[in-house]
């Protein structure tokens, strides 16, 4: 014989992970590179633009000077001598060509000798030589040269008629210096921003975060131990807010619907125990059946039946709180008094009793039509169980959406009426009847799961009015839970 399959072992629940670098961390991490990102574009813009305007000007102004060297010597008859001293008031032409930069002027006579030197000096080429000796007045050469390990920008204009020429050095070095001091400083501040937005970046994502991790060691509280009568935090009003009390809802719905399925499991247990603990004792007299009088026989079968019956009808019962959800079935439009026709053609079957439908102004609306007519079949056998030896009608009415059932039983008591509709609630009158207390629990859920309340009075002259009232909208599966 094949060796019969091995149990499968149930799944283990693994819990995710923690990933090394928290949500904190990369908020934190993504403000400062964004704030580092921003800092330094701007940073590299700003000092791209002002190392080039700090240049543009500095060339400007060398530009202006030797144009203003050159119209001097086109307009004048100058020689060196003009330009080799300045005067005390510091109103000659050399002063006025150095007082709005610090130009370095230097004058040389015919063949490139030194008239007056410059601070520094400045070389003298071959170029320099030979425009002292032109006879074109104005006539410039320029070039960049380095002096004592300085840059600098030097220009030669030729005093014309070979009377000399005059350089002008202009110093670039200094300027380079400072735009490297304003490079650095940019860096140092951007450096700083960066950091003081790391640590900004760190305490919003504290406060961000702090809530939803919290949240998440509740979720793994839950799920390490199984409770879910786990207290959620919920703070705030904004999506974490939102989703703290959508989390603690939904644990309070897992909570009832855990309590509901272990008091369904222990009222099912305590009355399943009844009909088989009779069964138990009824089959242990079967084989004695024989040495049994006839009338003896007819109740011991009759007994057996009974119970059969009544643990069959039990069973069902559970089967369809445990497992028979309404929204497996589909709702559409209807109103109740389709539900109710059938539901009085089941029950005459059933009962044999006479019953009678009266309907006035129904109105549709959407609903499972097979979980109302099982809620209507149920309000009609409990009628039928307490008025069992009646002869008077058990009347259906329809107004609306309301369905009322009236019997001419031994009615219910004040103090019945707020417990009818619980499960396995069964009245002391009852108590001798058949029944499980479940029929009317499940009228209640059908009822909830309509948007709709039951409801339960004396009903004047003797017996019990019962029904329900479903509501207007779309039918739910809330409240069916075993």
Do not use: C
């Amino acid at each position: 014989m094949p060796e019969p399959p091995r149990p499968r072992r149930p799944a283990r629940v693994r819990l995710p992970r923690r990933s090394r670098t928290s949500l904190r961390t990369t908020l934190a991490a993504s403000f400062a590179a964004v704030a580092a990102g921003v800092t330094l574009l701007v940073g590299i813009l700003s000092y791209d633009a002002a190392a080039q305007l700090v240049r543009r000007d500095q060339q400007s102004m060398f530009m202006e000077v030797v144009g203003d060297l050159r119209a001097q010597v086109r307009s004048r008859n100058l020689d060196a001598e003009d330009y080799a001293t300045g005067d005390l008031d510091h109103d000659g032409l050399r002063d006025d060509l150095a007082k709005h930069t610090r130009a370095d002027i230097q004058v040389l006579a015919a063949g490139g000798r030194i008239v007056d030197q410059g601070s520094p000096a400045l070389p003298v080429g071959t170029t320099d030589r030979t425009l002292t000796t032109d006879l074109e007045p104005g006539k410039v050469a320029r070039r960049d040269l380095e002096i004592g390990g300085e840059d600098y920008r030097l220009a030669t204009v030729a005093l014309g008629g070979g009377r000399g020429a005059v350089q002008v050095a202009q110093q670039f070095s200094d300027t380079e210096d400072l735009l490297k001091d304003l490079q650095d400083r940019t860096l140092l501040f951007a450096g700083l921003v960066v950091f003081s937005a790391g640590l900004v970046g760190w305490w919003l994502a504290r406060r961000i975060t702090g809530r939803l991790v919290r949240l998440a060691h509740a979720a793994e509280g839950v799920a390490a131990t199984g409770r879910v009568d786990t207290q959620v935090p919920v703070v705030g009003r904004d999506e974490v807010g939102r989703l703290g009390r959508s989390f603690d809802h939904m644990l309070g719905r897992l909570a009832k619907a855990e309590d509901d399925q272990r008091r369904l499991v222990q009222d099912a247990g305590h009355e399943l125990r009844t009909p088989l603990t009779s069964l138990r004792t009824n089959i242990s007299l079967l084989h004695r059946i024989d040495e049994l009088p006839p009338g003896a026989r007819a109740e011991l079968v009759a007994d057996l039946a009974d119970e059969s019956r009544e643990l069959t009808d039990l069973v069902n019962e559970l089967v369809d709180l445990a497992a028979g959800r309404p929204d497996d079935e589909r709702a559409e439009e209807l109103t109740l008094v389709e539900p109710a026709q059938e539901a009085a053609a089941v029950a005459r079957r059933r009962t044999g009793r006479t019953i009678t439908l009266r309907a006035g102004h129904p109105q549709v609306f959407r609903g499972r039509p097979a979980a109302l007519q099982r809620a209507v079949t149920n309000l009609l056998e409990n009628a039928a169980k307490f008025d069992r030896d009646g002869t008077e009608p058990i009347e259906i009415v329809v107004e609306g959406r309301r369905v009322t059932v009236l019997d001419r039983g031994p009615g219910i008591d004040a103090a019945d009426l707020a417990h009818v509709f619980d499960r396995f609630y069964r009245a002391p009158v009852a108590r001798s009847l058949p029944g499980s207390g479940l029929g009317l629990s499940i009228v209640r859920e059908v009822a909830t799961t309509h948007g709709g309340v039951v409801f339960a009075e004396g009903r004047p002259g003797g017996g019990a009015v019962i029904g329900f009232v479903v509501g207007a909208g779309e039918p739910s599966g809330e409240g069916w839970d075993a």
